[in-house]
């Protein structure tokens, strides 16, 4: 079992930019696919960027393909989400998650949460 610890969210003005960290402890990270996903209020989780357990694959949801870059280290057990061009429709909570096989977008598909880091953009 794997636990999941987010950091590096704040007030950021539109345009600029945030990278966001995931510390995993209890297994190592190279053991899972991680992913981030992130809830604004009144709306549903929903899916961000993956990346696969070697890190050669990633996938991006068309809303921040182009902006944001997930990668990971898997000798520091974490993974980031480098945020660029951020928009206030980028505010939410972001959330990192982990899952042992395959890159899916469905958060009920995902086994392990982290607490959550609020990221908010003011216009």
């Known amino acids: 079992q794997v636990q999941l610890v987010e950091s590096g969210g704040g007030l950021v003005q539109a345009g600029g930019s945030l990278r966001l960290s995931c510390a995993a402890s209890?297994?190592?990270?190279?053991?899972?696919?991680m992913g981030w996903f992130r809830q604004a209020p009144g709306k549903e989780r929903e899916f961000a960027a993956a990346?696969?357990?070697?890190?050669?694959?990633?996938h991006y949801a068309d809303s921040v393909k182009g902006r944001f870059t997930i990668s990971r280290d898997n000798a520091k057990n974490t993974v980031y989400l480098q945020m660029n061009s951020l928009r206030s429709e980028d505010t939410a909570v972001y959330y990192c998650?982990?899952?042992?096989?395959?890159?899916?977008?469905?958060?009920?598909?995902?086994?392990?949460w982290g607490q959550g880091t609020q990221v908010t953009v003011s216009s």
């Open positions: 998650a982990a899952r042992g096989l395959g890159i899916i977008t469905t958060s009920g598909r995902w086994n392990y």
């Open positions: 209890g297994s190592a990270s190279s053991n899972y696919v």
């Open positions: 990346i696969s357990r070697s890190g050669g694959i990633s």
